[in-house]
């Protein structure tokens, strides 16, 4: 067979190592400069199907739609739809570091506590090698996973700000127009007047 030569066996090999790389240099450098994003990404995968559902959604129709605007537009406008192509997967190799922070959490170290990229190295190591997997590994995981991450992204864009703690020493409740009710700490106690003594006699004459 024409295809199983010495050179594509290598070009495939090649390929598939400088993707595993590429990968893994993403999420480590997503987790250095974005931590804070990542930690909220690797929230989104304990729901892993909604998150896969959703950013299939958003990765299918950007792309789609990218593709058909670089095909059809005059070649002046051709980057309008490279970029729309491009914007998901970015999202997605952002994204996908929440999911190697997931992994990494799932083998914890002692060093994590200072060193707390390692739990990315570990998990996107682990989670890059699943890509080597013939033909599965980049047909379908490598897609998948890429739609998780754009998944986690976009949920973490929209997602709720959680609401601030009400602070120590706060007000029990506001009136009808917002404003705090302020409320005695302690009821004042009434003491009872105890009767004045009674003024002496006037002497008689």
């Known amino acids: 067979m024409d295809y199983l030569t010495t050179a594509n066996v ?4 090649f390929l598939t190592v400088a993707f595993y790389f590429v990968f893994l240099s993403h999420w480590l450098v997503a987790a250095s400069l974005f931590p804070d994003y990542v930690e909220k990404c690797q ?3 304990g729901r892993p199907v909604v998150t896969t559902l959703v950013g299939l959604l958003f990765t299918v129709v950007p792309i789609a739609l990218g593709l058909t605007i670089a095909n059809v537009a005059p070649p002046v406008l051709k980057w309008i739809g ?3 192509t491009a ?11 929440g999911l190697a922070r997931r992994v990494g ?9 200072f060193q707390p990229w390692r739990r990315v190295l570990r ?13 599965l590994g980049q047909l379908i995981v490598i897609p998948l996973v ?28 506001s009136d009808a127009l917002g404003r705090p009710e302020r409320y005695p700490t302690a009821l004042p106690t009434l003491t009872p007047r105890t009767p004045s003594a009674a003024p002496p006699p006037l002497a008689r004459p």
């Open 43 to 45: 929230r989104q995968y």
């Open 123 to 135: 998990g996107g190591t682990a989670l890059a090698l699943t890509f080597l997997l013939p033909l």
């Open 82 to 84: 490279i970029v729309i």
């Open 87 to 97: 914007v998901p997967i970015l999202a997605g190799l952002l994204g996908t570091a």
């Open 10 to 13: 290598l070009l495939w090999v």
């Open 146 to 173: 890429l739609a998780s991450g754009v998944g986690a992204s976009v949920l973490t864009w929209f997602a709720r700000k959680p609401s601030a703690p009400p602070q120590a020493g706060s007000e029990a409740g």
């Open 105 to 113: 959490c799932g083998m914890p170290a002692p060093v994590d506590e």
